[in-house]
Every structure is written in C-alpha cells, then in structure tokens.
C-alpha cells in the first residue's frame, strides 16, 4: 500500500464527515487507506462513520490519552509507505496527495513534507513553515513577535526546505516515522509537532514545505485565549527544550519569564466579524428548491464574478469539486470582505468558520 492518512478525531462529528469527504476523493486513485482514530469523543462521531464510512478503520479509543499517543496508535495499524497525520478540522484537494507523492519520490533523505495551510476565510495560516523553536525565537514569540519563528525565507506557493511543520498535515514515509520513535508522548496536547519535526532533522532527513498544493484548516493556530492554554502551550515547549537543548540558569529563567509573561499579558486580540449583507450559493447546478431549504434566503450563482460585496458564499460540494471550491475560496478572498461556508455532499448542514480564532459554526436545514 502507497499512502495510509492518519486522523485523530475528538468531538468535531461534522468537520470529521466534512474531511472524510474530501479525503475519500483525494485517494480515489491511489492504493491508500484512512484511518480514523477516535480519543473517546463525547458526540457520535464513531456512529456516524459506522453509519457513513463503513469501509474507514476506525480505532475507538476508551479514554482521550491525547495528541501524541492517538497518532502513534494509528500509525502502528498503518500500512502504507507514506503516511500522512492529518486533523480532522481540514480540507484536502482532490490532488493533494497525488502532488505530493510525486514530490516525495523525487527527494533523497526525505524526512516530512508540509503544505500550504488556510483558514476557513482563505488566509494563509503562517505555522505552515516554521524555524527551530530556539531559545531567542521562542522568547521572541512569547512576548509577541513571532518574526522569527516563521520560515519567511519561502513564500505561501514556493517549494523549499523548512526545518518544523504544524501537526495539522505532516507527510511522511513510514519507516522515517518508526525510525525516530514517532511522537513523543510525554506531550499530551502542543509542541510533539515540533518535537517529531525536530528528531526528523537531528536524524539527518530534511524536511519540506510544498507551496502547490492548499488544505484548508478551520480552526487554523490555536490562540491564547486563557491562561490554562497558556499554561500547556508553554509548557509543552519547556518539554521540549529540557529535551533538546543544554539547559542552564539563564535559559530556565528565560523560559520561565516568557512562560508567565505570556499567561499574564498575552491575548490574541478580537477578530472584529464581517458584516454580512447578502449570501451567495455557489453551485453548478440549477436547483431553486435545494436553495430553498436553506436556512436564509440566497441567490444562485455559477461564476466567481457574480458574488457581491459582503457576501456569505456557500459552496455546493453536491457539484463542485474540493480543489475548484479551494480555488474559488482563494480568489474571492483577496476582496476581504467575504465569508464562506460548505454544504458537504449528500448533508443536511452547512459547514465554515468566519476566522482562525474560533472552531467555527455548523447550520442545520
């Protein structure tokens, strides 16, 4: 088997259907496999792949042991060559995979490979390519200037080397994987992506970031939006440095002022809403009676050029292809003034999220 995709799913029922959709249709031609791995989710996500994607794997786990041992448990039942750890808040390309790969099997000493990740408003989300967390990068982004801890040496569509990835998509061949131990799972939830990214580099693989092909990831980079978040994100690098790097007195304490810096002071300031004056259904179809059991009243369109102003777009993926709906999102998006929304295939909800803060909004018709 070429390619087994990792999903570690916990209480996001829709955006797991929502991904499990596009997935499905990015493998269609591919010996690859998906493996969902549930950490015990209080909704009926397991129910509704039993129901929907009967012929997923689906591993239930009777206990949430978090980020790092949920992706290891996937990755041992993997049997694919490549393998690829994905979150269940994402939108693949029905050529992602087929893009990749052919760049992978073009590379000698492969470690992991990233791509180009977006909000659900079509902003590029910079933790797509990062630089080693070192001690004077990581401070910097503690107190808020994260200049240098983003890979800005390559831009949003170019293709090059990166050292760290986001653990919303890491691509990988498997034996690269078991070779470093996998995730490390002394680290329950933040950092085991820059820790695996890391042991990759140490290992003397390179890691990459390919700008050409776009994942949507709803919820994008977590914020701080309380001090207990604060408190595991920080904690999480002060694993990581105790790990990696020769720890001294003025390092902890570095470590330690940032750490209380960013609980005390640190807030990702409000994402103001955009208003929203109309609601466009973007579909290639001609269907007046689906538009009507839409929970507000919208106009029927076919081309980006007849979508107003303010506008929410709503994507039809009864018609459209996910690599067409990825595009449209990113044109339409250079106007910053709209919003978007998806009506996964054969579903009776609407899908999206307004912003990189917030996990988004499910609407039901």
Not at 8 to 21: E, G, I
Not at 164 to 175: E, P, Y
Not at 321 to 346: A, G, V
Request: proline share 3%.
């Amino acid at each position: 088997m070429k390619l087994s995709i990792i999903i570690l799913n916990y209480n996001v029922r829709y955006f797991l259907d929502l991904c499990l959709q596009s997935v499905q249709a990015a493998i269609a031609n591919l010996d690859a496999e998906i493996i969902v791995v549930d950490n015990n989710s209080p909704d009926d996500s397991c129910v509704m792949i039993k129901q929907k994607y009967p012929n997923i794997k689906l591993i239930e786990n009777k206990e949430n042991s978090g980020f790092s041992t949920g992706n290891n448990i996937g990755v041992a039942q993997a049997k694919g060559e490549y393998i690829c750890i994905l979150n269940p808040d994402t939108v693949v390309a029905e050529d992602t995979f087929i893009k990749i790969l052919s760049f992978a099997e073009k590379q000698e000493k492969l470690g992991a490979i990233a791509c180009k990740l977006i909000d659900g408003s079509g902003n590029f989300l910079p933790e797509s390519k990062r630089n080693i967390p070192v001690v004077k990068v990581a401070f910097q982004k503690m107190i808020g200037n994260a200049k240098n801890y983003y890979s800005n040496h390559l831009k949003e569509d170019e293709i090059g080397k990166i050292d760290i990835l986001v653990g919303a998509f890491m691509f990988m061949k498997r034996n690269v994987y078991d070779e470093v131990k996998g995730f490390d799972q002394d680290y329950f939830m933040y950092g085991e992506d820059v820790d695996l990214s890391y042991k990759i580099l140490k290992a003397g693989y390179q890691n990459y970031y390919f700008g050409e092909t776009t994942v949507i990831h709803y919820k994008g980079e977590s914020t701080l939006k309380d001090a207990e978040y604060a408190k595991r994100f920080y904690g999480a690098m002060q694993i990581f440095y105790e790990k990696h790097f020769k720890s001294n007195i003025l390092f902890d304490a570095l470590v330690w002022f940032g750490i209380q810096f960013a609980i005390r002071f640190r807030k990702a300031p409000p994402i103001e809403p955009k208003a929203v004056s109309s609601y466009a259904f973007f579909s290639y179809t001609k269907d007046p009676g689906f538009i009507k059991n839409l929970p507000f009243e919208a106009s029927q369109i076919t081309e980006v050029k007849d979508v107003r102003p303010n506008a929410e777009v709503i994507f039809d993926a009864n018609t459209m292809h996910y690599n067409e709906i990825i595009k449209h999102l990113l044109e339409l998006q250079k106007n910053n003034t709209h919003t978007f929304k998806i009506i996964p295939k054969s579903s009776n909800f609407i899908i999206g999220s307004n912003d990189s803060q917030n996990r988004g909004e499910i609407l039901h018709f």
